[in-house]
């Protein structure tokens, strides 16, 4: 699988705060089934990280694998906060990419009201930019207007769904939303957004069981996230799940 959110970089945001704890991370995403793994520390108002700086820490960590035979590879991208989008520098945004292709995983707020989120996203694909909203199932302000969720991924926008969710572990709410996206066909991607080995650890078995069939799970973690990382057309999603498809605004 390829795991398009992580944060494995020790010491750099709410991650492992040393290396030693990054390497624990990296050998449960390998046991795990987890070949490529995405660095994606927070690029936010707390956490202003800086492309330099995440792509010289990737390099620390890769020699770390190396010297320590974890066969993971690992690749730098990041997660930036919507409310910081405005201060960063174009060059400085297209280096903070997944991979270093056309894709930016931009983390939506977790207030209940977020004006001119949708502007933003648009203002970014108008720029030549491609979206992955992360984890838009734990967002209070897509809860309140899926409608706006809905025509941003008409428009272009993938969606990562985190793997907790799917299991229940941030609440009902989220986990409801979370298959509610998937049945609707507007979630594209689920990823581990691992923080840890323990705690929050790159783990995905238990998500995928719960989103469909294996098909389904293949798209979601490995044909996706490899046309993502390539900069290639998103594959054609496998046919629906055969549950009864439940809109992720309506109530049961």
Same mark, same amino acid.
Request: aromatic share 4%; proline share 8%.
């Given at each position: 699988?390829?795991?398009?959110?992580?944060?494995?970089?020790?010491?750099?945001?709410?991650?492992?705060?040393?290396?030693?704890?990054?390497?624990?991370?990296? #050998?449960?995403?390998?046991?795990?089934?987890?070949?490529?793994?995405?660095?994606?520390?927070?690029?936010?108002?707390?956490?202003?990280?800086?492309?330099?700086?995440?792509?010289?820490?990737?390099?620390?960590?890769?020699e770390r694998l190396r010297e320590q035979g974890i066969a993971l590879e690992l690749r730098a991208g990041a997660e930036i906060a919507i409310t910081r989008i405005a201060e960063i520098a174009p060059?400085? =945004?297209?280096?903070?990419? =997944?991979?270093?292709?056309?894709?930016?995983?931009?983390?939506?707020?977790?207030?209940?009201?977020?004006?001119?989120?949708?502007?933003?996203?648009?203002?970014?694909? *108008? #720029?030549?930019?491609?979206?992955?909203?992360?984890?838009?199932? *734990?967002?209070?302000?897509?809860?309140?207007?899926?409608?706006?969720?809905? =025509?941003?991924?008409?428009?272009?926008?993938?969606?990562?769904?985190?793997?907790?969710?799917?299991?229940?572990? %941030?609440?009902?709410?989220?986990?409801? %939303?979370?298959?509610?996206?998937?049945?609707?066909?507007?979630?594209?991607?689920?990823a581990s957004d691992a923080h840890d080995h323990l705690r929050r650890p790159p783990v995905m078995d238990a998500a995928l069981e719960a989103a469909g069939p294996p098909a389904l799970g293949e798209? =979601?973690?490995?044909?996706?996230?490899?046309?993502?990382?390539?900069?290639?057309?998103?594959?054609? #999603?496998?046919?629906?799940?055969?549950?009864?498809?439940?809109?992720?605004?309506?109530? #049961?």
């Open positions: 699988m390829i795991d398009l959110h992580s944060h494995v970089l020790p010491g750099i945001d709410d991650g492992p705060k040393t290396i030693e704890g990054s390497l624990e991370l990296a #050998r449960v995403a390998l046991a795990s089934g987890i070949s490529t793994l995405l660095a994606t520390p927070h690029a936010s108002s707390r956490y202003p990280n800086d492309a330099q700086g995440i792509e010289q820490l990737v390099e620390q960590v890769r060059a400085e =945004l297209h280096a903070l990419s =997944l991979g270093g292709g056309p894709w930016l995983l931009v983390e939506p707020p977790f207030t209940p009201i977020a004006t001119g989120v949708d502007s933003i996203v648009r203002d970014l694909l *108008r #720029r030549g930019h491609r979206v992955l909203l992360a984890h838009p199932e *734990r967002c209070p302000a897509f809860h309140r207007d899926p409608e706006m969720l809905a =025509l941003l991924v008409r428009e272009g926008v993938l969606t990562s769904l985190t793997a907790g969710s799917l299991t229940g572990q %941030f609440g009902s709410e989220a986990r409801r %939303f979370a298959l509610g996206l998937l049945e609707s066909e507007l979630a594209h991607n689920i798209w =979601l973690t490995r044909e996706v996230p490899a046309a993502i990382l390539g900069g290639e057309e998103i594959p054609i #999603r496998p046919a629906a799940v055969t549950r009864p498809r439940r809109v992720p605004w309506r109530r #049961r």
